[in-house]
């Protein structure tokens, strides 16, 4: 098997993933907190993730990918209070909005998507576990995890020990033993309308510790790869560690991968985009092929700027892939193009460049159209595949023979000069979803578009 680096954050190297038996890659990357629509932001670790589990399939590898959805948060309760709804009405609404607006994205679905709700049980056990070992204390109905007690706390993120703030804008600070603490348990406050049973009191998993327990369940300790967004290294991923380094003794994952984040409006949002950053309004505006084509030409590590230009860039990359594929035969590619495919793989197998494999692709294309004979799209439909892109090649495959017959049927009226049956046919094409358009080696059909 091609030997596969990715950037791990922790040892701030590239290291080798090593999969376990059969292959096995277990990938878990943080979800959304189900409060609102998901913003395009939210959508990149999505994207990242389903991505690399495609690419890993394809190295063969055996990949269970865990998204987790956050329906029990602070940020739920505060909105669902201002909404006058139950903040489990408003989680559960949020989720399955979550669940169609990444769906149109249209690259699948990761294996396990566990709800913090429903695993509360192995959230009590992993508590249960911190406060025996010593490295958590419950007081008052809270449980905080004792950060002192780690020696190896801040080895993730890269921090100091004494330059580190939790974030939680002084809430508990009275019952904290020290300010670094963070929470594992919160006891049910009054506004809050949902509490589960504990051994230290009624109250709420804290938000770090529903990924250490989820992971764990779902692909036990030491898993390949734990992913998310850069912002969430510390204190989330800082936290996650702690817990399951203290709770298990061992490490919760051997790659840590962390995307860079979205950057909206650097360039200019002119009034195609406008406003519309949430995924559903991006996807209804430029289509998820752009979207996605956008997503799969920026390093996965690096900050991508987000902004009207990038998004006509990127649909003109969609165009150029289609217009080749028209000009594609069936079957193997020539073995002289392979090098542009192996190039391809190559690159994302050093970290998973989705950019520089993308330029791989499109010197394939280069080579592909300069040819005198239609080259066979094999490599072509398996490289976008490992994008989520085939569908550029194969939509090219749909026209059928009722579909053929119409345009060579349009070809004779229009050579018998009889323009009314010629423009009836160009109208029962477009009914069809077909445009015709003269292409070199003579008319050829093209999908509409909206
Ligand atoms: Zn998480």
């Given at each position: 098997m091609t030997p596969i680096r990715i950037h791990d954050t922790r040892s701030a190297s590239l290291r080798e993933l090593v999969p376990g038996p059969g292959g096995r890659v277990g990938i878990y990357a943080c979800g959304p907190t189900v409060y609102a629509r998901v913003h395009v932001g939210n959508a990149r670790p999505y994207v990242v993730f389903s991505m690399l589990k495609r690419y890993l399939e394809h190295e063969g590898h055996d990949v269970t990918l865990v998204v987790n959805i956050t329906d029990v948060n602070d940020k739920i309760y505060d909105a669902a209070r201002s909404l006058g709804v139950t903040s489990t009405a408003l989680a559960s609404e949020m989720t399955e909005h979550y669940l169609a607006d990444t769906g149109a994205l249209g690259l699948g679905r990761p294996d396990a998507e566990p709800l913090a709700s429903e695993s509360i049980e192995g959230i009590a056990d992993l508590i249960g576990a911190l406060i025996e070992r010593g490295h958590a204390y419950a007081v008052e109905g809270d449980v905080y995890f004792r950060v002192r007690s780690d020696d190896h706390y801040g080895s993730l993120s890269h921090?100091?020990?004494?330059?580190?703030?939790?974030?939680?804008?002084?809430?508990g600070t009275s019952r904290k033993e020290d300010p670094l603490d963070f929470a594992l348990w919160k006891g049910q406050k009054e506004e809050e309308d949902s509490a589960w049973d504990a051994p230290w009191g009624r109250g709420r998993p804290g938000w770090h510790i529903e990924c250490s327990a989820m992971a764990e369940e779902l692909?036990?300790?030491?898993?390949?790869i734990h992913g998310g967004g850069n912002d969430l290294a510390f204190p989330h991923h800082e936290n996650e560690a702690a817990q399951t380094r203290m709770?298990?003794?061992?490490?919760?994952?051997q790659i840590w991968m962390h995307n860079g984040m979205l950057q909206l409006g650097g360039g200019t949002m002119g009034k195609s985009l406008g406003?519309?950053?949430?995924l559903h309004e991006v996807i209804a505006d430029v289509g998820r092929d752009a979207l996605v084509m956008l997503f799969a030409g920026a390093h996965y590590r690096q900050p991508m700027a987000f902004d009207d230009e990038r998004l006509a860039e990127a649909g003109a990359r969609v165009e150029r892939i289609r217009d080749a594929a028209r000009r594609l035969a069936g079957g193997e590619s020539p073995a002289d193009m392979r090098a542009q495919r192996d190039a391809f793989f190559a690159a994302l197998a050093e970290d998973f460049n989705t950019a520089q494999a993308l330029g791989a692709l499109f010197e394939w294309i280069r080579e592909a159209n300069r040819r005198s004979e239609p080259v066979g799209r094999a490599d072509l439909v398996e490289m976008l595949a490992v994008l989520g892109l085939e569908n550029l090649v194969e939509a090219e495959e749909a026209a059928g023979d009722a579909d053929r017959e119409l345009l060579e049927r349009r070809e004779a009226a229009r050579a018998a000069k009889d323009w009314a049956e010629a423009d009836r046919l160009r109208d029962e094409l477009a009914e069809r979803g077909w445009t015709v358009r003269d292409g070199p080696a003579g008319p050829e059909l093209v999908p509409l578009r909206r």
């Open positions: 921090r100091a020990i004494d330059d580190m703030s939790q974030g939680e804008d002084g809430e692909l036990g300790v030491g898993f390949e709770g298990r003794g061992g490490e919760l994952a406003n519309a950053i949430r």
